[in-house]
């Protein structure tokens, strides 16, 4: 199916790696301009070599701190006025409540709250005069179901869908849409970041906890990043202008709700 986003301009935050990445390489492969954005350079341009010679692509890399208001403006200055934009940054670090002070709670909603607003806020306007926009955050599983051991990345997260669920509903009459993705366990470093402190709780090790974690997951395995990186397309897509406002979990049926 073609997606109608060929000649889009897309920005895909923390791009480098992991699910950002599989995002970049799915909507290049539908023809988007792909803005790339993360904090080292090294591996950026890695990954926009990658994409190019995979996809054929235009693809333009801006290395920044995206949670500050000097690497917005310079990835701004770069992708202009983006028709798609994908917010995305690395989770708080796993641990203890008691272990966490101000700082450590100010820094999770900089990175997984404020910044994503501020992005919206930045790029929201020039999409409802074109009438066309496609907002998606990376989000987390947690969100539906939060994790012990990422209390920050659970609070953080929840309220940036708190301020979605109020948004969304004003701007898809202009066909600009806001949904968010929350993966759960897929093969990236923020998974073996994740055994290994159960590693270390448990006592077992990191292959035993990862093997129980793919046995008690109902699909029996963890999720590939292109298979994210597809479902961020569909969502960025022409066709996608009457889904707005959703969560959608991609966690192989580990969530057991109804809701």
Known sequence: MDLGISGRSALVCASSKG????CAVSLAREGAVVTLVARGAEALEATAHDI???????VLTVAADITTHEGRAAVLAVCGEPDILVTNAGGPKPGDFRDWD???WIAALDANMLTPIALI?????TMLARRFGRIVNITSAAVK?????LGLSNGARSGLTGFVAG????????NVTINNLLPGPFETDRLMETARLWSRQSGKTEE??????????????FGTPAEFGDACAYLCSAQ???ITGQNLLLDGGNYPGTF
């Open 240 to 242: 996608a202008g009457f």
């Open 102 to 104: 101000r700082d450590a």
């Open 52 to 58: 190019r010679r995979e996809t054929g692509a235009r």
């Open 167 to 174: 948004l969304a509903r004003k701007t898809v009459g202009r």
């Open 19 to 22: 699910l950002g990445r599989a």
């Open 208 to 221: 035993a906890v990862l093997a129980e974690r793919r046995a008690g997951n109902p699909a029996g395995r």
């Open 121 to 125: 806020k930045a790029t929201l306007d």
């Open 145 to 149: 179901a939060p994790i012990d051991i």
